[in-house]
């Protein structure tokens, strides 16, 4: 029965979803040439709290645990899990203090309304995973860039998302980059809970009802041992994925 309801929800969903891209793509475009970065970014941020509150139309109600006192004033550099793209905007509106970029796939960096502009344009990474060079070259200058601005770095070691909310090894060489380039960065690890519950059924129709969480465990500083660090890491993040 809830899957039969999650149809017409789902295209509900879609429309609203679609309908926010199309309306904040020239309103970024707008920020960006008039005002500059910074009304960009808030246009940004307010974008993706509009995309939250479209995931509301299925049920879906987050809740994002911070009781870290993590500064403002230096490069922060932000793993987690990844269970769905829907992990992205609860992470921009919650952690937009600290300008979060994200490392994303080339291929999401055309064609989609809002989403490939901030891509583009926001201080994001696009990686070709076909091409290591261009990929390792792009992670250098995001490391480059967060340490020069004190902006932060988002990045999901895992390399795709996880269909049933049980974390994949974590593929390093991403982030060891990242932690070379920007030595001075602070960790951030986060757990992230039941977002692929959005994608239970594939793309279509979406899963209602998800209680989607995330908690930001304390920061680690960077003290030169890499391996042990990222495994330092990757433990926290998984002690905090319960897998249901």
């Known amino acids: ?3 039969l309801l999650s149809y017409p929800l789902t295209v509900l969903f879609f429309l609203l979803f679609g309908l926010v891209l199309v309306i ?14 910074n009304a960009h970014k808030k246009s940004v941020s307010i974008l993706n709290w509009f995309i939250m509150r479209c995931t509301n139309v299925l049920g ?3 809740s994002f645990k911070n009781n870290q006192d993590i500064p403002t004033d230096r490069p922060l550099i ?8 829907y992990d992205i905007p609860p992470i921009i509106w919650y952690m937009r203090k600290y300008h979060p970029k994200f490392v994303s796939k080339i291929e999401l960096g055309k064609g989609i309304p809002s989403v490939s502009y901030n891509l583009r344009h926001g201080g994001s990474a696009l990686i070709d995973r076909k091409d290591p060079k261009q990929s390792i070259s792009e992670l250098q200058k995001l490391a480059k860039y967060i340490n020069e601005n004190n902006r932060s770095a988002v990045i999901f070691p895992e390399g795709t998302r996880s269909r049933n909310g049980v974390p994949k090894p974590f ?6 980059v990242m932690l070379k380039n920007a030595p001075e960065a602070l960790l951030v690890p986060i757990s992230i809970n039941n977002s692929w519950k ?6 279509f129709p979406m899963g209602l009802g998800s209680q989607v969480t995330f908690e930001v465990h304390p920061p680690i500083e960077n003290e030169g041992k890499v391996d042990e660090l990222i495994a330092q890491i990757e433990s926290t993040i998984v002690a905090g994925v319960n897998n249901n």
């Open 1 to 3: 029965m809830l899957k």
């Open 60 to 62: 879906t109600r987050y």
């Open 78 to 85: 932000i793993v987690t899990n990844h269970q769905s793209m």
């Open 24 to 37: 904040f793509h020239p309103i970024q475009w707008f920020c960006l040439k008039v005002f500059g970065y």
């Open 171 to 176: 593929r390093t060489t991403g982030l060891k």
């Open 198 to 203: 959005l994608l239970r059924y594939g793309k």
